[in-house]
Structures are given as C-alpha cells and as structure tokens.
C-alpha cells in the first residue's frame, strides 16, 4: 500500500480510517473509490487540514453547520457543496478511534451480528463504529448541510441576475 505524509479530502475519498503503527502512532487508512494508501497523520488532522485548505478552520466548519443544525452533535464537515464532499464522523471527532466517512459514497448500511457495516459504491464493505441508526442519522445531517449550501449558492446566483435599478432614464445606444 503507498504511504504518503500528508493528505487533504478530495472527490474520490471514501473513509479515513484510524490505524496505530508498531510504535504507537496514530496514522490513517484512507479508503478512496479506486485505491487505498496509508497517511501518516491521523484523521483529525487530516480533516482539519482539508477545512483549512477549503478556506476555513475546523471549528469556523463546524461553527457553520451549528447554524444549520442546531442543537445536533458531532456534526458534519462540508469541504465541497458543489462536489458531494461532506465527511462525517462515527465518533467523537477528538476520540482517536474515530473514522471520518463521505455521506456521498455510502450504498447501504447493515449490520452483521454486532457489528455496523457500510456498503460503498465502489462495492467495497467496510466495519464502522456504532449503530446502524446512529450513522443513518449522521448521513442524514450530511445531506442536510450540503443542501442547504446549495439552496444557499442557488439564491445568490439568482439575486445576482436582478437588475439594481431601471434601466429608463439611460440612453441606450
């Protein structure tokens, strides 16, 4: 499996996985549509540097989706609106063994005895923290928040094809 030092959250990525290595440190499994590559950051900061890249800190993105969703908990993180990139997280977003997960690129969800499954798009199934429900509801805000966003960019572009004033009283050439 490639390994690389860092990572931002683009289209194509699907899950970013927590793994612990021989010495301890916490790197991630990042799971995109076509391939799967080691990084050696953990998720937090991988997210975190994505939100930043995307022109915000964390916590502005997290501020934002309040706003949207309020009184919810571990809320979503939209990078993209416009490219379905909205990661959310099975757990605390600080807890080490959380994974961040695209809404966008989930199929289904099952479970398996104890166990919560994910099927992708792209046919793979991947082992996720907590309950059927819980991540059915956290997809939930996902689609929420960028849908808002893009209600939101939908009603700026149409103010921006409105006329300040008449055009009477110009002379026209």
């Given at each position: 499996?490639?390994?690389?030092?860092?990572?931002?959250?683009?289209?194509?990525?699907?899950?970013?996985?927590?793994?612990?290595?021989?010495?301890?440190?916490?790197?991630?499994?990042?799971?995109?549509?076509?391939?799967?590559?080691?990084?050696?950051?953990?998720?937090?900061?991988?997210?975190?540097?994505?939100?930043?890249?995307?022109?915000a800190?964390?916590?502005?993105?997290?501020?934002?989706?309040?706003l949207?969703?309020?009184?919810?908990?571990?809320?979503?993180?939209?990078?993209?609106?416009?490219?379905?990139?909205?990661?959310?997280?099975?757990?605390?977003?600080?807890?080490?063994?959380?994974?961040?997960?695209?809404?966008?690129?989930?199929?289904?969800?099952?479970?398996?005895?104890?166990?919560?499954?994910?099927?992708?798009?792209?046919?793979?199934?991947?082992?996720?923290?907590?309950?059927?429900?819980?991540?059915?509801?956290?997809?939930?805000?996902?689609?929420?928040?960028?849908?808002?966003?893009?209600?939101?960019?939908?009603?700026?572009?149409?103010?921006?094809?409105?006329?300040?004033?008449?055009?009477?009283g110009?002379?026209?050439?």
């Amino acid at each position: 499996m490639l390994v690389k030092e860092d990572y931002l959250v683009w289209r194509e990525t699907i899950i970013l996985k927590p793994m612990y290595t021989e010495r301890g440190e916490l790197w991630t499994i990042v799971h995109e549509l076509y391939r799967k590559l080691i990084v050696q950051q953990s998720p937090f900061k991988i997210i975190n540097d994505s939100c930043e890249s995307a022109g915000a800190s964390y916590q502005g993105m997290v501020d934002a989706a309040k706003l949207i969703l309020p009184g919810r908990k571990m809320l979503p993180v939209c990078l993209s609106a416009g490219y379905r990139i909205c990661m959310l997280p099975t757990l605390s977003p600080v807890h080490e063994d959380c994974m961040w997960i695209s809404y966008f690129y989930v199929k289904r969800t099952f479970e398996k005895g104890t166990k919560t499954f994910i099927e992708c798009r792209n046919r793979e199934v991947i082992e996720i923290n907590g309950s059927v429900e819980s991540f059915l509801t956290k997809s939930g805000h996902a689609q929420q928040l960028v849908l808002s966003y893009l209600d939101r960019q939908e009603e700026m572009w149409e103010l921006s094809t409105y006329v300040a004033e008449s055009y009477e009283g110009y002379d026209a050439y």
